[in-house]
Every structure is written in structure tokens, then in C-alpha cells.
């Protein structure tokens, strides 16, 4: 489950050039927010993890947005999910 932010807008942390599909990571997390954060895929709201904190979820949407990763574009909201996996690597491997 996810918990909505209205008051922030969100940020693009990563990008791909727009000539290999030109998809964004997108942050929806508050400023200084340190809880768990699920990694979402805009095009189906499939979840694609949630992790212990910002740090990792950032690493995860940064390759998720690649054509190696490919989710398309994702964004990155606070979760009270429980959490899929502890680190990049731990999603990845």
C-alpha cells in the first residue's frame, strides 16, 4: 500500500536518452522521509519492490528504466508495504 504525498510534486532522479525510449525515474518521497519506499512501474502500477529506505529504492528505479531493466518509466513513493527485498542487489540477483 502506498501512501499519497500530495504536497510534493516529485523529482526525476535518473532518465534515458530519448533515443532508447526516454523513460524517468520519478521520486514522489517527501523531503527528509526515511521510511520504506516501493518502486512502482507507471505504465502498469505493478510494484516492482519495496525497500528499507530511499537510497535503495533510488538504485533499483535508476536500472529498472534501463532497456536491460525493462520497466519503462517508474516512480518511487513512501510504502507501508512490507518489505520485498533489502538492497539492489537482493532485487537484482
Known sequence: MKV???????????QV???IGGTAATSYLPPN???RCAVLSQS??????????GLEAFRVAAYAITPDG?????EIQPSLGCETHKTFMDWFG
Open 4 to 14: 499519497k504525498c500530495p504536497e510534493f510534486c516529485g523529482a526525476v532522479i535518473a
Open 44 to 53: 502498469s502500477f505493478e510494484t516492482i519492490a519495496i525497500l528499507p529506505n
Open 17 to 19: 536518452a530519448d533515443e
Open 33 to 35: 522521509y526515511s521510511g
Open 70 to 74: 525493462g520497466f519503462g518509466s517508474v
